[in-house]
């Protein structure tokens, strides 16, 4: 997979109409969610291990970074806050109801980099392998990421080569 990160993109917003197709050609197939699955987490496993995220950190500018209780309490730790202090300050909700940072891109990204790393969002920590966990129930939210990330990109694409 080529890591240059802007050529991967224009790629798949040249290829989204087409995309967008085959996602709503596979909610129409009786799909094995399991299969699927393992062929997409081998898919971004590859594509992970070709791309250097800190040379991109769209999902990190672009994507919903969802909060989970524990998360705001880790954040707020490290930040030396009360966890109300830090949900007034960087927790709200989107439009799908989810608790998550107000703004976008992160607050914590500086050059490409997590300044709370250790700390950072379960949501961060799993991404992008997580859109391979039930894909089956969860394609428009793939669909979502193939303009996002490269990794996922890449992976959608080996997927429309394979069924």
Same mark, same amino acid.
């Given at each position: 997979?080529?890591?240059?990160? /802007?050529?991967?993109?224009?790629?798949?917003? #040249?290829?989204?109409?087409?995309? +967008?197709?085959? &996602?709503?050609? !596979?909610?129409? @197939?009786?799909?094995?969610?399991?299969?699927?699955?393992?062929?997409?987490?081998?898919?971004?496993?590859?594509?992970?291990?070709?791309?250097?995220?800190? /040379?991109?950190?769209?999902?990190?500018?672009? #994507?919903?970074?969802?909060?989970? +209780?524990?998360? &705001?309490?880790? !954040?707020?730790? @490290?930040?030396?806050?009360?966890?109300?202090?830090?949900?007034?300050?960087?927790?709200?909700?989107?439009?799908?109801?989810?608790?998550?940072?107000?703004? /976008?891109?992160?607050?914590?990204?500086?050059?490409?980099?997590?300044?709370?790393?250790?700390?950072?969002?379960?949501?961060?920590?799993?991404?992008?392998?997580?859109?391979?966990?039930?894909?089956?129930?969860?394609?428009?939210?793939?669909?979502?990421?193939?303009?996002?990330?490269?990794?996922?990109?890449?992976?959608?694409?080996?997927?429309?080569?394979?069924?």
């Amino acid at each position: 997979m080529s890591t240059e990160i /802007r050529k991967l993109m224009r790629m798949a917003a #040249a290829n989204e109409e087409e995309v +967008d197709a085959f &996602i709503e050609w !596979l909610k129409k @197939r009786d799909l094995s969610s399991g299969r699927l699955d393992r062929k997409l987490k081998r898919s971004l496993n590859r594509a992970m291990s070709e791309l250097d995220c800190t /040379r991109c950190a769209r999902c990190c500018k672009e #994507a919903y970074v969802v909060l989970q +209780d524990g998360d &705001i309490g880790r !954040l707020a730790d @490290r930040l030396g806050m009360r966890r109300s202090d830090f949900r007034a300050r960087y927790v709200t909700r989107n439009e799908d109801g989810d608790t998550c940072l107000s703004v /976008r891109p992160c607050p914590f990204l500086k050059k490409n980099l997590c300044t709370v790393y250790e700390d950072r969002p379960d949501c961060c920590r799993e991404y992008p392998q997580s859109l391979a966990s039930e894909a089956a129930d969860n394609l428009d939210n793939l669909g979502a990421n193939y303009l996002v990330c490269p990794a996922v990109y890449d992976a959608l694409e080996r997927l429309r080569d394979f069924i």
